[in-house]
């Protein structure tokens, strides 16, 4: 008759089957990134420039894993249309991927509203300046003709007859709209008479309305895009950095004088997503 | 026992691994949908529907050619926020009605000039008008002128360069809004604009400032009208005509409300017209819906008012050439030749033909020189005034020479006398036997412009079939009423005298409403327009006195009253006479009556 003999673990089995599976598995984890809540700060007006940084680190942000979520913090009166339309572009891409929160600071109107409309969630500030839905521009000068200056059409110099301009504004204003309701979609609780009056609203009032989600804090916000894209333990990252852009800076976007005075309205002729206050006289 | 060896290292590599993942992550991050954007490319930009093609419009010759019948006075003396060339499309369609246009110069008074303009368009004003110019213009459509005033909320300022160096309102510049002078002149008709624009935020032509217009009032200045499209309009208060205005989501911008939301008004008979915006017709936007049959309408509105056209539009009295016609027994001394000089020049000045004639012309306006009491040709031309001529004369040799069954006899002077076909009213004849300065056959003068002043067989009259003298009465009648037309029994002579006639029975004229005057006192100036022409007759005592008429005629009225805008009284008598006579001045030069004049003249010339 066979009998049982007792089994007895040596240390060197203890090792080869637990120890050393540990290690090696801990080791393994850190393959695991922790996620990364990453941060765009915007406070600047929407231009070439500023749009093309904003697009850098949202780039990167999509094309790296452990980013898993963008925090906008946005300070913008918007700016030029087409810059505008980059950078609502490019969010969308980001948000096929991992959710976009805004976080508005001091004022999200015109094209800055515009960005913000195109994330998942949008946390104001109860005096935040919310919203200058509209698009504003010069009208050309009617066609003149230049002795001295041929061109090959009546346009080829101003670009558009007067009229034209006028109504492609309000295609562009066509846009807008459809942003502001698509992007808010059954949270907004005003019509669109009210919306295309052009009027800035305080948070509180916008958060009445319907364009905006909550009032809160950074943090609030910050924590709200981790709870939307299911992490914890996660740390955050200023994407500026992390993308290898310089140190910020921006280029003068309205017109100053040289003794100091900026004018409300930008330098070049355009059509703008634009909150154009009364800045006379400010230095 | 050898399962066992392989899956528990394989747990514990595994453990640490799923360990930091459910630290790190609670879930994968899933979309509830696709993230939806603005459909870009099915946006387009709105146009508006433009109007149909209109027929087109032939210039109507006949107007071209004949004297232009509509004056239509565009204002640039008050800053106009706007260019001449911005309103094409209304300048073509008045010239295709044959009106001529004027451009308002600073210069020139604005009473002096309306007195020669049938309508008056003021654009955009934004120099203030003077209180003097606001009469002026009240009068003017007092008077039934026709107004066109139109503000717009983007001329609303004067832009830099633009103002006023007119004599008249020399320092209101630049300070007032396009509403603000507007409602200076229309305010007292009842009419008024905000100083606001209308929009329309879900219902607009390509913008919210530019309003589509659909309830438009019956009215000849809106007829035919369905759509209109204002870019950018004031709003307008009134208490009269209303004829077009926004629908319940037209805005006021003063207010957010759709309170008020009239955009075009008339007033005082359809004699003023007040819009809010001046785009619309403007290129391209007056191709748009109806704006191009407002333009029209408003054309029409600018050439069928009917003004009155009387003494007060002096020196503008006739827009005809001028046929004059001097009664034959006035002498053509080089007095009276000079000052018809100055009167061609005068109306060379109006840009008028003026020419001597012995035939009236159904195209051409009426000059009359004559002496009291009018003539029979003459009195054709006074219809309609209600004048009584009193002469009188105790001098029985005149009478008796006079014989009014006589035949036709050419006196020692080469004077006809005509014979008196029946005892009824007929043409005065001269007395033949009173040698006087009113010897029309007197040709040593010269004429002046190469002018043959008409002899007495050349002079005829269109309505004189009884040239038979004056039948006279048998006895001396006083205040012998003469109506216009039928001179029943002026006495022969006393009345081409020259003298002053009987101190204590002077010869008279009774105007209604302003009482006897002596003749010799006065001369009368008087209009009247039949059948499209403007006649002017001058009566007065002798041939100094008509110099005197044709002085006032070409320089000023202002020693003249004008009673009922179609009789002017003008003064005989100079200082130096009223000094002479112990008498004052019918007039004190600014054409104040002396009152205590007027009450001897007032006196019966029989009493």
Redesign the interface.
Known sequence: MNEHKP?TLTKAKLF???V???I???L????????VVGLITFDDEIYGFSAKEFNTQITYAREHPEI??VVIILNSPGGTVVDTESM??EI?RL?????VITQIEGIAASGGFYVAV?TDYIIAKPSSMIGNVGVLSFLPDNPSIDENLYSTGPYKLWGFPR??V??????IK??FL??VT??RGKALKTD??TI??GQIWMGSEALRMGLVDELGSLSYGIEKAAR???????RTEDLRILSGLPDPSSLPFFIESPDGLISPYPPNPGIYLLYVPNMEGKQ | ?KIT?IV??????????L???F???????Q?DS???????AS?????PSLSTTRPKNSPDTTSIQTKPKHRVLIDFSHGNNFDLSEIDSLTEELSLTGAQMELSSSSIPLGKILKNISSYVVLAPTNGFTPKEIQSISDFIDRGGRLLIITDPTRNYSMPGIGSDSLESPSLTSYLSSVEVANQIIETFGISFSDDYLYN??NNE???RNIILSDIQNNSITQGLSKIVFYSTHSLKTTQTILMKGDQSTLSSRTDQAENTIVAASAFNDNVLAIGDLTFMTS??VQVNDNSLLVKNIARFLTTGVKRHDLLDHPFLFSRPVDLIIREEIKLNSDMLSEITALQSHFEGLNLEFDFSTETQSDHDLLVLDIYPPDENTTTYMEQFDLTFSYESDDESVLSEYDPGSNLETDEDGLNSETPQENSPSAQTPDPTKKSDLDPQSQSTPTPSGAVPPSTSDITSPTNSNKGATPLPGSISPDIAITPGKIISPTPGEENSGQDGNEENPNTVEIPGFGKLKTRDVGLLLFSTESERNTVIILAENADAIYTMLENLTTDLTNCIIEQGNVAICSMISEADSSTDDEEPLFDGEGNINQSEIDTLFQSPIE
Do not use: C
């Open positions: 089994v080869l089957i637990i050393l599976p540990l090696a598995g801990t393994l984890s850190f393959i695991i990134p922790q996620p898993r979520a609502y572009m969308a948000r096929e991927k991992k959710p195109g009229d034209t006028m109504r492609e504004l309000e295609m066509q846009s459809q942003a698509l992007g669109a008479e295309l009056r939307l894209a299911n992490i914890s333990h996660y | 026992m060896r528990i290292p394989i747990l514990f590599l595994i453990l640490p691994i360990a930091r993942t630290w790190f992550y609670q879930g994968d991050y979309r696709k993230v939806a954007t603005p459909d870009y946006l387009e930009m709105p146009f935020i879900l390509g913008n919210f391209p936007y």
